[in-house]
């Protein structure tokens, strides 16, 4: 059924299907989507695949996370002539990261039928570009200026495009791209299919849509889904005055596991993320200002699993793909509720819960009443925890952050030392001190730590310290000092030893015996500071992880190198029978690394299974390391924190 918007509305029901089986794919195709781990299909795809196999125009009304990529992507890779030698299917996207991310999703629809994507957006190379195209990709994906580009220069050919997706439309004519694209649309043969997938359907979609498509389809997902259903969104009435105060308080509230906190203007989420920094949690912000790379680096961060909270612009969060994505909040309240509807569309994807969380002023309430009534969203109205309950959520968070830190089995003697910790006397005050001591470096570091830490407005006073110094001092037994002396030079990962080690960083005593600052946030302006990661220089260290933890516990990764491979290029294992893709690495063995403790690294900070980081190449001055393609993003995230010998590792996608 061809129909033109306005006139009528493809019903879900009469489109329903509830099975990749039954919508005439071909065995390639079925088996790809198996491979991918897709079972059944998503409404938006459930909807759009049979309309665009089809070969009807269609708008899709759906955002990202809602599977609409494949919704298009499984057609494209089924009607597309695998021996072709021409671009036969172009994609607009509004970002780099969303034509990157199209592309994966493609490529991996397309392997088994030989449909290839070609990505091409700005900041990269035209040659380059040139050539992946040229060089057997049936499919564009790209940035309208990009496109324009090489269309303008003739450096790519789209005579043969049959097909024109319009990805995440709205967002596109947001930035301004209509100019562009209907230069691009006017230079595409006329004889074609057009797909437009949408957020929203505002008056400027519309007008496109009338213009350059043949009645299309409408696929809506009903007004409901358009914002998800699995999303949750609560509203915090704030002053407006204090509000990254509020901020912190909210997130010890809710303790969010990872979040994207928004906001409007570039200068607030500098001011967001150092205020997360400083409270102790691992924070990141992105803008407009940032260069393409520090916003990619960030993002993969993110995607990896190693950042917590993302404080961004709407502007730059655009096209970011965070699956696991479980908290939007709104620092500030976006003054366009399609805004609102993107924003919070980063949570609750693809049937998992989500939750968006808004701090709304008085300035903000006729913009939320604005929005229930717009888009039948139920806001659920939350209080700012009093002092009793913040104090309590303090608590938690410190308790899984520890928890966290410490899932592992620690060496018999300092479980034999805890016990006896625990029924001493001095019991509380030793571990009262420790913690705090714990929390207190925390903060003075601008870490990466995989669990968060809340660390501001809590009181201890010195002479507890003092009396837990007594006692650590008493405890301290020669042995364990001589085991400190024997340790092994750290391969470690940068501001994040709670990443690397399952136990407690070693600490000099001379070290403890330093004064601290109220642990405020203007602690860190203060003189004597606590002692930071460089304490671990000072003579005399307590025994650390690496020489307690030799012979690794049963539980921990064991990567063991063998002597007789000394001078060598050495091998070890891994692989898991996944495609695999090579990462080169700036520094081998004569450069300090060691292939026991990279591994263990990359292990610990990536939370992967030991045999997901593959195999390991060492020379003398470089290190390769295959992984599975689903590690690629986050293996390459753990290298760049890690240093060795105070030095970073450079970490790249090894030349073919
Ligand atoms: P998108 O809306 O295209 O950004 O998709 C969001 C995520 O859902 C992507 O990681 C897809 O790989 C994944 N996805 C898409 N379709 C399905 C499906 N039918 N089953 C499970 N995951 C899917």
């Known amino acids: 059924m061809t129909t033109h918007p306005s006139e009528s509305i493809a019903s879900p029901s009469e489109l329903l299907s509830t099975n990749f089986n039954e919508m005439s794919l071909s065995s390639e195709v079925l088996q790809a989507i198996a491979q991918m781990g897709f079972e059944l299909p998503t409404p938006v795809q459930t909807e759009a695949i049979p309309v665009i196999m089809s070969g009807s125009d269609m708008i899709a009304m759906a955002q990202t996370g809602t599977g609409k990529t494949a919704a298009f992507g499984i057609p494209l890779a089924e009607k597309l002539d695998p021996k072709g ?85 709205d967002e596109m004519l947001s930035m301004g791209f209509e100019k562009e694209i209907s230069e691009i649309i006017e230079g595409l043969p006329s004889k074609r299919q057009t797909l437009l997938f949408s957020a929203t359907i505002p008056s400027d979609i519309q007008r496109l849509a009338q213009r350059y498509m043949g009645e299309p389809t409408v696929v809506s997902l009903s007004g409901d889904d358009v914002a998800a259903k699995e999303i949750e969104h609560y509203v915090y009435l704030v002053s407006g005055q204090g509000r990254t105060k509020d901020l912190l308080r909210v997130i010890g509230v809710e303790r969010p596991d990872n979040a994207i906190v928004f906001c409007n203007t570039r200068e607030e989420t500098q001011t967001v993320a150092r205020a997360l920094k400083t409270a102790g ?74 939750a968006a969380i808004s701090l709304i002023a008085p300035q903000d309430i006729g913009n939320l009443y604005y929005l229930r009534l717009t888009y039948k969203i139920r806001t659920i109205e939350k209080q700012l925890p009093d002092e009793r309950q913040e104090q309590l959520a303090i608590e938690f968070t410190r308790f899984d952050a520890l928890r966290g830190s410490f899932s592992r089995r620690t060496p018999d003697d300092f479980t034999k030392l805890a016990r006896r910790v625990s029924q001493s006397i001095h019991g509380e005050a030793i571990l009262a001190g420790l913690l ?57 990962v940068s501001g994040d030893d709670d990443v690397l080690t399952s136990a407690p960083k070693p600490r000099s005593l001379e070290a403890k015996a330093e004064p601290y600052p109220p ?14 990661v460089e304490a671990k220089a000072e003579p005399n260290p307590l025994p650390s992880v690496e020489a307690k933890a030799e012979p690794e516990t049963k539980d921990a990764p064991q990567f063991e190198e063998s002597s007789e491979f000394e001078g060598e290029d050495r091998e070890v294992a891994g692989g898991s029978g996944e495609p695999e893709r090579e990462i080169y ?29 593959g195999r390991v190449r060492m020379m003398g001055r470089a290190t390769f390391i295959k992984v599975p393609l689903s590690a690629f993003d986050a293996v390459m995230a753990a290298l760049g924190r890690i240093e060795v010998d105070g030095r970073k590792l450079r970490a790249e996608p090894a030349k073919e």
């Open 519 to 532: 642990p405020s946030v203007e602690a860190k302006a203060e003189p004597n500071p606590p002692p930071s």
């Open 436 to 492: 705090a001591e714990r929390f207190f470096a925390n903060a003075e570091q601008t870490p990466l730590p995989r669990t968060a830490h809340w660390v501001d407005e809590v009181t201890a006073p010195k002479e507890r310290f003092a009396q837990a110094r007594e006692a650590a001092k008493v405890e301290q037994s020669e042995d364990d000092a001589a085991r400190g002396r024997r340790r092994k030079r750290p391969v470690r």
């Open 85 to 169: 030698n021409c671009v036969q299917a172009l994609v607009l996207v509004p970002t780099r990261e969303l034509a990157l991310q199209v592309t994966r999703e493609i490529t991996a629809i397309g392997v088994v039928r030989g449909i290839r994507p070609a990505a091409v957006y700005g900041g990269a190379s035209f040659t380059t570009q040139v050539s992946e195209v040229s060089s057997g990709a049936q499919v564009v994906v790209g940035t309208p200026g990009r496109v324009l580009d090489h269309m303008r220069r003739g450096t790519i050919k789209f005579s043969g495009v049959h097909k024109l997706v319009l990805d995440e439309a």
């Open 281 to 354: 949690f691992d924070a990141e912000w992105i803008n407009s200002d940032l260069s393409q790379s520090e916003r990619e680096r960030v993002m993969s961060l993110m995607r990896a699993g190693n950042l917590k909270f993302l404080v961004a612009t709407d502007v730059a969060a655009r096209g970011i793909d965070i699956s696991l994505l479980g908290h939007v909040i709104n620092y500030t309240f976006p003054e366009s509720l399609e805004v609102y509807i993107h924003r919070t569309g980063r949570t609750g994807r693809m049937g998992r819960r989500g």
């Open 585 to 613: 690495i700036d520094a081998g063995r004569k450069d300090g690394v060691r292939i026991s403790q990279l591994m263990k690294d990359l292990v610990d900070s990536t939370g992967l299974p030991r045999s997901s980081v």
